[in-house]
């Protein structure tokens, strides 16, 4: 079956730290959710990808999302080669969704920047009848963006204090990534113990915004269009 939101990431756990909470919570409200990573983490300094898939595998079901994808591409190519291009798209035509969540296109990290712009031509061409495969086409309705390491503007925040917990949970199932070994040093960016203190501390920042316990921030290209302000001023109206 298919899915009514793509969730997609550079490498598995990407979804996790950035919109772990907002994958949750739109399963709670009983929409499928997808999550889609492009690659295996195959250079990863810790860890290694037979482990990595297992790890989110256990991730995705603490979420409750409806299937995970690899695409099984190379990290640092992922503009190069035409064919992670091509099976994207191929994604987004069987997966059929209304709305894809994609990284923001400037990053620290140079795949999830390259995913951004991946998702970007992968959102146009999927419409396109005659580019990649012979399935129907498919253009979903909207891509919005998500923060990973820089700052970026903000266009709206997801309130997650029902689903953080769960969140964090499908997070810390990466023990390849997060639990050191005693006496162990940390030897990644990510490994270190402040790193997951800093996921905590910006979702309760952005929880703050908008006066909830925790939230997540998302960015949109295009101007919204409100067509109650008095529905909308009381959190109803559609924003489209």
């Not at 994604?91 to 894809?100: A, D």
């Amino acid at each position: 079956m298919s899915c009514d939101v793509l969730a997609i990431g550079a490498h598995p756990d990407d979804v996790e730290l950035t919109v772990g909470g907002t994958v949750a919570l739109m399963a709670d409200q009983g929409y499928r959710v997808g999550i889609v990573d492009l690659t295996r983490a195959r250079l990863s300094t810790r860890g290694d990808e037979v482990t990595r898939q297992a790890e989110a595998a256990v991730a995705a079901q603490i979420l409750g999302a409806h299937t995970r994808i690899n695409l099984d591409a190379l990290e640092g190519s992922l503009l190069t080669d035409p064919f992670t291009l091509n099976k994207l798209v191929s994604v987004i035509r069987e997966q059929r969704p209304s709305l894809i969540l994609s990284p923001y296109w400037e990053d620290r990290h140079p795949d999830h920047a390259d995913t951004s712009r991946l998702v970007q031509k992968a959102y146009f061409w999927a419409g396109v009848s005659k580019f990649g495969d012979d399935q129907p086409p498919h253009r979903p309705k909207r891509v919005i963006y998500y923060r990973s390491h820089w700052d970026t503007e903000t266009s709206l925040v997801v309130d997650i204090s029902n689903t953080f917990d769960r969140k964090m949970a499908a997070a810390k199932a990466y023990k390849s990534q997060f639990d050191l070994l005693p006496g162990e040093e940390p030897n990644t960016y990510i490994s270190r113990p402040d790193f997951l203190e800093k996921v905590v501390t910006r979702a309760k920042y952005f929880g703050s915004k908008i006066g909830t316990a925790y939230g997540e921030p998302f960015f949109v290209r295009e101007t919204n269009r409100v067509t109650d302000l008095v529905m909308w001023a009381d959190g109803q109206g559609e924003v489209g």
